[in-house]
Antibody, heavy 118, light 110 residues
Framework: EVQLVESGGGLIQPGGSLRLSCAASGFIVSSNYVIWARQAPGKGLEWVSV???????YYADSVKGRFIISRDNSKNILYLEINSLRAEDTAVYYCARGISGYGGFDYWGQGTLVTVSS | EIVLTQSPGTLSLSPGERATLSCRARQSVSKQDLAWYQQKPGQAPRLLIY???SRATGIPDRFSGSGSGTDFTLTISRLEPEDFAVYYC???????????FGQGTKLEIK
């Protein structure tokens, strides 16, 4: 059974850093493409970053230079390092698995909440 | 950058009625790169349709997707009480790789 479980969210001050984790089971992260997406309170979904099976990474303009996506193949875990946090980064952060050959995502984690506030 | 515009913003219907949700892209989208999701309060998005027309595993056949180019549609043939939620379309654009969500359509009980 495919599962994605995010962790690492919390309350962080502006300018701070945090590392989110997404533990995957039922599939191999390094053989798929996986994204991070986020949803600010009461708002819609926003794509944040993607890492492909070959290791290529891409970012939304809103987070480029501040966020870093990575993975640990031995642990089958995806990470999102978020730096220079701003109030507008407050959101639930989701990881999701991409469908091979398509541009959609079939499995999503339950999300982890990041709150940026002093 | 491809922008997806969903309409209407809110759709008020009764159980048993037919729902038609629209998603319009500013540039042409490949059929394999258009997906639809359902999201209920406090829950993660749930994939309904991928590749414009393919239903995800376990999705009832009252949900169907159609469209091409810049205009795509999600149709729910006969609304069930559990279908009232927010629906998002999403696309993939290759140059550079990026993923875009529409702003969502809230389907509410009339």
């Amino acid at each position: 059974e495919v599962q994605l479980v995010e962790s690492g969210g919390g309350l962080i001050q502006p300018g701070g850093s945090l590392r989110l984790s997404c533990a995957a089971s039922g599939f191999i992260v390094s053989s798929n493409y996986v994204i991070w997406a986020r949803q600010a309170p009461g708002k819609g979904l926003e794509w944040v970053s993607v890492i492909y099976g070959g290791g290529s990474t891409y970012y939304a303009d809103s987070v480029k230079g501040r966020f870093i996506i990575s993975r640990d193949n031995s642990k089958n875990i995806l990470y999102l390092e978020i730096n220079s946090l701003r109030a507008e980064d407050t959101a639930v952060y989701y990881c999701a698995r991409g469908i091979s050959g398509y541009g959609g995502f079939d499995y999503w984690g339950q999300g982890t909440l990041v709150t940026v506030s002093s | 950058e491809i922008v997806l515009t969903q309409s209407p913003g809110t759709l008020s219907l009764s159980p048993g009625e037919r729902a038609t949700l629209s998603c319009r892209a500013r540039q042409s989208v490949s059929k394999q790169d258009l997906a639809w999701y359902q999201q209920k309060p406090g829950q993660a998005p749930r994939l309904l349709i991928y590749g414009t027309t393919s239903r995800a595993t376990g999705i009832p056949d009252r949900f169907s997707g159609s469209g091409s180019g810049t205009d795509f549609t999600l149709t729910i043939s006969r609304l069930e009480p559990e279908d009232f939620a927010v629906y998002y379309c999403q696309q993939y654009g290759p140059s550079p790789p990026m993923y875009t969500f529409g702003q969502g359509t809230k389907l509410e009980i009339k």
